[in-house]
């Protein structure tokens, strides 16, 4: 380097005015990326719908007739809400023998809450609340509520669900028949009465 460079290198350096202009670029490179970094940071941040995701859902089930059934969505899964008929309540302690788990006792904590390892799997008789999602291989069964001789189902059959995907077939309380894919009963998930129009779905301190 020359003798006259060595002066003008160390002038630029001590120029007050060329400092407080590096300064002020920095400041505003470091301003910079914390206003890029502050949307991405937000949008890190859990949506409305992921934090309801897991919430308690509430349902009117004034509406429910006898013999229909209701789809809600909770945690990401179908839960199916059915009004039986006095008569399909009846009917179901005569299936006994030709279910897999007639009393719930496989897996009950998992699949069956201590309120529903009854023969209808329920708070109250004519409600059954069930996940709606096969517990083979995650298939959601179809409706097939009508009684007797149809495809894919038995000549006596008495009416509930048939999974499309491999046959398995259940009872109008979510009980699985022996010798099906599934292993297990539909799983009643964790619910309770707010009052006799209202239920609630997942959750269940006063049940």
């Known amino acids: ?20 202009w590096i300064a002020i670029t920095c400041g505003a490179g470091v301003l910079g ?36 059934k209701l789809t809600v969505e909770w945690r990401g899964k179908p839960v199916w809400i059915m009004r039986r008929t006095p008569e399909q309540v009846a009917a179901l302690p005569k299936l ?8 719930s006792e496989r897996h009950p904590d998992e699949f069956t ?19 709606g999602i096969c517990t083979h291989l995650g298939c959601s069964p179809s409706d097939r509520f009508a009684p007797g001789a149809q495809p894919s189902l038995p000549d006596d059959w008495q009416g509930g669900f048939l999974c499309p995907c491999h046959g398995s077939t259940f009872d109008l ?14 799983p009643v998930p ?7 129009t209202t239920l609630l779905i997942g959750e269940d301190k006063k049940a």
Do not use: C, W
């Open 173 to 186: 309380a979510g009980r699985v028949y022996k010798n099906k894919p599934a292993p297990d009963n539909l």
């Open 33 to 68: 990326g914390v206003a890029v970094a502050v949307p991405f940071v937000s949008t890190l941040e859990p949506s409305e719908r992921a934090r309801a995701a897991g919430a308690p859902v509430q349902v009117d089930i004034s509406g429910i007739k006898a013999g229909e």
């Open 113 to 131: 809450p201590p309120y529903a390892r009854n023969e209808g799997r329920s708070i109250k008789p004519e409600f059954l609340v069930v996940v």
């Open 96 to 103: 006994d023998a030709e279910l897999a788990d007639p009393k």
């Open 190 to 196: 964790p619910h309770m009465y707010l009052s006799d």
């Open 1 to 20: 380097m020359s003798d006259a460079a060595v002066p003008n290198a160390i002038g630029q350096a001590g120029d007050p005015s060329r400092r407080t």
